[in-house]
């Protein structure tokens, strides 16, 4: 198994930053992605970013391109979100994730391990 502890989220004004931290432990050599993913009340979880643990290439969604950076720190197996002019529609329950086989990075159903979740509200 795979355990993931994120950390980092908080109270921020609009236009404001926060960086996500997820500390990835266990069998961390079965994973190849790891994706953050959000959910606010009422509507479905919705993909923020995907960065794979061996190659460069990083996915972002739509509604965060521009604003957010994920990225890694192999020697640590952590990965980071770093998030910069915050909105309030960014306002949700963070989670990080881990997917062991090669597929969509976007679509939550395929990764298999989940964290706890952070909070981040974004005030006006």
């Known amino acids: 198994q795979v355990q993931l502890v994120e950390s980092g989220g908080g109270l921020v004004q609009a236009g404001g930053s926060l960086r996500l931290s997820c500390a990835a432990s266990?069998?961390?050599?079965?994973?190849?992605?790891m994706g953050w993913f959000r959910q606010a009340p009422g509507k479905e979880r919705e993909f923020v970013a995907a960065i794979m643990w061996n190659v460069h290439p990083t996915y972002y969604g739509d509604s965060v391109k521009g604003r957010f950076t994920i990225s890694r720190d192999n020697a640590k197996n952590t990965v980071y979100l770093q998030m910069n002019s915050l909105k309030p529609e960014d306002t949700a329950v963070y989670y990080c994730?881990?997917?062991?086989?090669?597929?969509?990075?976007?679509?939550?159903?395929?990764?298999?391990?989940w964290g706890q979740g952070t909070q981040v509200t974004v005030s006006s």
């Open positions: 994730a881990s997917k062991s086989m090669i597929g969509k990075l976007s679509d939550y159903t395929g990764y298999d391990y």
């Open positions: 266990g069998r961390t050599f079965s994973s190849y992605a």
